[in-house]
């Protein structure tokens, strides 16, 4: 990949189950220099099963499906905290499926996120053993900005695959002024207004991601 390019257009590695990370091309100026695309299109890393993190600190697209398979994807080792975190920081709109079947996400981090497409993160999130709940391998959710459903399901359809989800092994962080919480649960309607409940171990207004 050129380092001058900053987008990776649909289906790039569609199906590359054994692609492990993406770098500028050998010999060129910038080897050694990571890669941080502004736009994923639509399936780029959809299946690469193998790939395990990509630095999203600058993409403010990522399409549907883009990384729809991507079930090695975890984010990057953080020493300081001893934690690997998936962060998402420059989006304003996943679109549907975009993480979907990424089931190794432990701990993921949006920051400018403010739109969620239909199923997002469906089968996203290991499920414990004895537990066969998608999602309930997700053990912290951090939103940083207030957001909204885009779609005609409600957050659980959206987001991992049930209308009504009991997430009771993940904590989520939200924005002060997220509306829908009570207590440990999270109320959200989606564009055609129908509501979906989610329990989970607990809310925090005060994101720790």
């Known amino acids: 990949i050129a380092t001058s390019s ?17 770098a500028p091309a050998s010999g060129t100026a ?15 890393f959809q299946g690469c099963a193998a790939i395990t993190d990509i630095n999203l600190d600058l993409a403010t697209v990522i399409k549907a499906d883009a990384f729809n398979g991507c079930t090695s994807l975890v ?9 690997t975190v998936l962060r998402v920081n420059a989006i304003n709109i ?22 969620l497409g239909i199923g997002c993160f469906t089968g996203s999130g290991m499920p414990l053993p004895g537990t066969g709940v998608a999602g309930e391998g997700f053990q912290e959710i ?4 207030i957001f909204t459903v885009v779609g005609p399901t409600a957050l659980g359809s959206n987001l991992f695959g ?13 924005d002060q002024n997220q509306a829908g ?10 564009d055609s207004g129908d509501a979906c409940i989610t329990t989970f171990a607990g809310i925090q207004r005060n994101p720790v991601l």
């Open 6 to 22: 900053t987008n990776i257009p649909a289906s790039s590695f569609n199906g590359c189950t054994k692609l492990v990370n993406i």
């Open 30 to 44: 910038g080897t050694g220099v990571t890669i941080k695309p502004t736009t994923v299109g639509v399936g780029a």
């Open 75 to 83: 984010g990057r080792y953080e020493a300081d905290k001893n934690r």
């Open 94 to 115: 996943i679109e549907p499926g975009s993480f979907a079947g990424c089931n190794h996400i432990r701990f993921i981090s949006f920051k400018n996120a403010t739109k």
């Open 142 to 145: 951090e939103f940083l900005s």
């Open 162 to 174: 049930g209308a009504n989800t009991n997430l009771l092994k993940t904590k989520l962080f939200i």
């Open 181 to 190: 919480k009570a207590d440990n649960v999270f109320t959200i309607k989606g």
